[in-house]
């Protein structure tokens, strides 16, 4: 039931509730119902609950009531209200107050079904478009953090519950997962956003410079060390350091960072004199440090040490819903760079999107949207002419899904209705192959022989 659309259900008459509860939980959606309109505010989830159905007539708070207080807290949260009371200019007003539909009892099961098929489409719409705004808002901010999937709305929650606290951070995920995107978010929705965000790339420098880079020196602390030098470390306090491919530090300046974030003091090469640093570390690795093979040389106190909050970053193939608001998002600044209109996006094009694998993530993303944007993408045709009937008049998200529901059928086509080879051919989990079949609105059994 849990990947079903939720509707709360409203009815002071028990029997009724129950009934309609049934009908509607028999036609494929999950049902939470309640006798008192009260009860059913205070339980109401704007995030999960997909739309409200009540009846009217009830005592102490009537359905036009319920629904006033439901638009207060969402205004485009479907209410469809129900009467025994044949009273036509109620539901003239009603509607022009923004009830989604008002029915008549007693009434046809199908009629109160379609009803609720409709407006859950319609709030599928409503929080795409947010998501879209989210996304450009966020595009507008030079942070790409973009995806509407739970994985990604997770990820987004998390940060900003450990933005302020300080704690230091280790961030895992694939090459081109976007780990600096999270260390800057990380920087900028915390107390310390007007101190300096301050990047090092511990596997692009060489092991005789990296101490000096990290930990600064004095003149003359070595050969060729003419000025003294403030480190990443000074210079990132009362800020953010990030420390991209931590796994790649050399062991003797691991030995030091350690000290550094235990003692959360600097000690400068050629001198010995001690400098405190208020510091908030932000790690990131592309090997899983917590498995001793993969750790090799990385020190295991160190990684416990930096090991105090983990956030892993879902490489793109695991959340391909997002790609359309990406991949979009890329388009549109690779032709205000190039000073290109962006051509139409073409069925082999979504076929490329939808299977590839990206395994350079969101950074190969945005490298072909600006290769797409040039004339240069290198895309397969494909063989069998999946999604030729893409309306290219809608939308790239709309496209998107419509290419994908084509894909759904006809991969079921091909394996005649049978979920397990169904689900192996197209690569996804199980509860979201479902998920898909109740967007789309696909039957299985239509496919089988």
Same mark, same amino acid.
């Given at each position: 039931?849990?990947?079903? /659309?939720?509707?709360?259900?409203?009815?002071?008459?028990?029997?009724?509730?129950?009934?309609?509860?049934?009908?509607?939980?028999?036609?494929?959606?999950?049902?939470?119902?309640?006798?008192? /309109?009260?009860?059913?505010?205070?339980?109401?989830?704007?995030?999960?609950?997909?739309?409200?159905? #009540?009846?009217?007539?009830?005592?102490?708070?009537?359905?036009?009531?319920?629904?006033?207080?439901?638009?207060?807290?969402?205004?485009?949260?479907?209410?469809?209200?129900?009467?025994?009371?044949?009273?036509?200019?109620?539901?003239?007003?009603?509607?022009?107050?923004?009830?989604?539909?008002?029915?008549?009892? /007693?009434?046809?099961?199908?009629?109160?079904?379609?009803?609720?098929?409709?407006?859950?489409?319609?709030?599928? $719409?409503?929080?795409?478009?947010?998501?879209?705004?989210?996304?450009?808002?966020?595009?507008?901010? =030079?942070?790409?953090?973009?995806?509407?999937?739970?994985?990604?709305?997770? @990820?987004?929650?998390?940060?900003?519950?450990?933005?302020?606290?300080?704690?230091?951070?280790?961030?895992?995920?694939?090459?081109?997962?976007?780990?600096?995107?999270?260390?800057?978010?990380?920087?900028?929705?915390? *107390?310390?956003?007007?101190?300096?965000?301050?990047?090092?790339?511990?596997?692009?420098?060489?092991?005789?410079?990296?101490? #000096?880079?990290?930990?600064?020196?004095?003149?003359?602390?070595?050969?060729?060390?003419?000025?003294?030098?403030?480190?990443?470390?000074? +210079?990132?306090?009362?800020?953010?350091?990030?420390?991209?491919?931590?796994?790649?530090?050399?062991?003797?300046?691991?030995?030091?960072?350690?000290?550094?974030?235990?003692?959360?003091?600097?000690?400068?090469? =050629?001198?010995?004199?001690?400098?405190?640093?208020?510091?908030?570390?932000?790690?990131?690795?592309?090997?899983?440090?917590?498995?001793?093979?993969?750790?090799?040389?990385?020190?295991?106190?160190?990684?416990?040490?930096?090991?105090?909050?983990?956030? #892993?970053?879902?490489?793109? *193939?695991?959340?391909?819903?997002?790609?359309?608001?990406?991949?979009?998002?890329?388009?549109?600044?690779?032709?205000?760079?190039?000073?290109?209109?962006? /051509?139409?996006?073409?069925?082999?094009?979504?076929?490329?999107?939808?299977?590839?694998?990206?395994?350079?993530?969101?950074?190969?993303?945005?490298?072909?949207?600006?290769?797409?944007?040039?004339?240069?993408?290198?895309?397969?045709?494909?063989?069998? =002419?999946?999604?030729?009937?893409?309306?290219?008049?809608? #939308?790239?998200?709309?496209?998107?899904?419509?290419?994908?529901?084509?894909?759904?059928?006809?991969? @079921?086509?091909?394996?005649?209705?049978?979920?397990?080879?169904?689900?192996?051919? $197209?690569?996804?989990?199980?509860?979201?192959?479902?998920?898909?079949?109740?967007? +789309?609105?696909?039957?299985?059994?239509?496919?089988?022989?």
């Amino acid at each position: 039931m849990n990947d079903m /659309p939720l509707i709360m259900l409203v009815d002071d008459d028990r029997d009724l509730l129950r009934a309609t509860a049934q009908t509607l939980e028999l036609a494929g959606f999950a049902v939470t119902p309640f006798l008192r /309109p009260e009860d059913a505010l205070q339980a109401l989830d704007i995030g999960s609950v997909r739309v409200v159905v #009540s009846d009217i007539r009830m005592p102490r708070m009537d359905g036009l009531e319920l629904f006033a207080r439901v638009r207060q807290m969402d205004e485009d949260l479907p209410v469809i209200l129900m009467t025994g009371h044949g009273d036509i200019p109620m539901a003239v007003q009603a509607i022009k107050d923004g009830v989604y539909d008002f029915i008549p009892k /007693p009434f046809a099961t199908d009629r109160l079904v379609q009803s609720v098929r409709r407006a859950i489409e319609k709030r599928r $719409l409503v929080l795409d478009n947010r998501a879209l705004r989210e996304a450009t808002d966020q595009a507008q901010d =030079g942070l790409p953090l973009i995806g509407q999937t739970p994985a990604m709305e997770r @990820l987004r929650r998390t940060l900003r519950q450990i933005a302020d606290t300080d704690v230091d951070v280790l961030v895992t995920g694939e090459t081109g997962s976007g780990k600096e995107v999270v260390a800057s978010l990380l920087h900028r929705w915390s *107390r310390r956003a007007k101190g300096n965000f301050v990047a090092l790339n511990c596997g692009a420098l060489p092991e005789s410079v990296i101490e #000096s880079e990290l930990f600064g020196h004095e003149a003359g602390a070595f050969t060729g060390a003419q000025k003294k030098r403030i480190g990443r470390i000074e +210079h990132s306090s009362e800020g953010t350091l990030f420390l991209d491919e931590i796994e790649s530090m050399p062991q003797s300046a691991q030995v030091k960072m350690l000290r550094v974030l235990e003692m959360r003091e600097v000690t400068p090469l =050629g001198t010995n004199e001690v400098r405190p640093v208020d510091l908030r570390v932000v790690a990131a690795a592309k090997v899983d440090l917590g498995d001793p093979k993969q750790r090799d040389t990385f020190r295991e106190d160190l990684f416990y040490r930096l090991n105090v909050v983990t956030i #892993s970053i879902p490489p793109l *193939r695991d959340r391909r819903a997002d790609i359309p608001l990406l991949f979009g998002h890329f388009l549109d600044r690779a032709a205000v760079r190039f000073n290109k209109l962006a /051509p139409p996006v073409s069925p082999d094009a979504l076929h490329h999107l939808l299977t590839h694998d990206w395994p350079g993530n969101v950074r190969e993303l945005a490298h072909f949207a600006e290769r797409f944007v040039l004339g240069l993408a290198d895309i397969d045709t494909d063989a069998n =002419g999946a999604g030729a009937a893409t309306d290219m008049s809608l #939308s790239l998200p709309a496209r998107m899904e419509q290419y994908e529901a084509d894909l759904i059928r006809g991969t @079921l086509r091909e394996h005649d209705g049978d979920i397990r080879l169904t689900i192996e051919a $197209l690569g996804i989990p199980r509860k979201t192959f479902y998920d898909k079949l109740q967007r +789309h609105g696909i039957v299985r059994g239509d496919y089988v022989k």
